[in-house]
C-alpha cells in the first residue's frame, strides 16, 4: 500500500486542522493505520492508533481529548481531525499502515509509511 498525507498547513493556537492520508490499492480495510509526528530536534513520536474497521482508536496522553481519528474504507482514507491545537504540536506529522503489528505504539511495526505534512500552530 501507498500512503499520501494532506491537509497541513499553518494555524493558530487554539485552532483547528483535518489530516487525510489517502492509500492506493485494494483491501484497505485490512489495514492498521497509525499516526507519528516529529518536531524538528525531537524523536518520532506516536500520535494516534485506528483498526481495520475503525472500532478501536487509541491515542497518546498528550493529544487525548483534542485529537479525533477515523476512517473511511470506501475512499481508502484515514482522517485525523486535530482541535484546541497547541504550540507544541508543530510537526511533520505521518500515517503508517500495517496488515499486524506486534506494537502499534511502535513506528517499527509499521510496514508502510506516508511523505508527511507540516503542521505549524502559532501561539
Known amino acids: 500500500v501507498q500512503l499520501v498525507e494532506s491537509g497541513g498547513g499553518l494555524v493558530q493556537a487554539g485552532g483547528s486542522l483535518r489530516l487525510s492520508c489517502a492509500a492506493s490499492?485494494?483491501?484497505?480495510?485490512?489495514?492498521?493505520v497509525g499516526w507519528f509526528r516529529q518536531a524538528p530536534g525531537k524523536e518520532r513520536e506516536f500520535v494516534a492508533h485506528i483498526s481495520g474497521a475503525g472500532s478501536f482508536t487509541y491515542y497518546a496522553d498528550s493529544v487525548k481529548g483534542r485529537f479525533t481519528t477515523s476512517r473511511d474504507n470506501a475512499k481508502n482514507t484515514v482522517y485525523l481531525q486535530m482541535d484546541s491545537l497547541k504550540p507544541e504540536d508543530t510537526a511533520v506529522y505521518y500515517c503508517?499502515?500495517?496488515?499486524?503489528?506486534?506494537?502499534?505504539?511502535?513506528?517499527?511495526?509499521?510496514?508502510?509509511w506516508g511523505q508527511g505534512t507540516q503542521v505549524t500552530v502559532s501561539s
Open positions: 490499492g485494494r483491501s484497505f480495510n485490512i489495514y492498521r
Open positions: 503508517a499502515a500495517s496488515t499486524s503489528m506486534r506494537d502499534y505504539l511502535l513506528g517499527q511495526s509499521y510496514s508502510a
